[in-house]
């Protein structure tokens, strides 16, 4: 689709792909494309008197509060804090392969060297740190 859109949105290329099209056929492009874009700008107006309606309630609202003394704080409102992302959890497991050690956790998918091990008839209890 993204190939469509780059032959669509440049001028050149644009031309060079419908020059097989007959003149009946572009008339018929361009009112298929145009009813999109009155649709498309159809809905933008829609979608700007709905925000236009949101803000004057929120201001109406606002105004009614102002009139009997409240404010935002006075509704409890609470700002959700940001979590703390944990401490990575700490290796469970340890082999060496290559020279190389390999740790894991015992959390997730089990490494493939792990799992080879497994399978050969070893316990992971040797692996254990």
Known sequence: MNEFLEILTHGRRFKAAVKELSVEELKSLAEKLEKIIVERDAEAKEEEALQAA?????EEIRQ??????????????????????????????????????????GQGRMPTVFKNEVDNGRSMDDFLI
């Open 54 to 58: 949101r803000i004057a309630k929120i």
């Open 64 to 105: 009614q509060m102002e009139s009997v003394g409240l404010s935002v704080e006075d509704l409890g409102v609470v700002v959700a804090k940001p979590t703390k992302k944990r401490a990575p959890r700490p290796a469970k497991y340890q082999i060496e392969v290559d020279g190389e050690m390999v740790t894991w956790t």
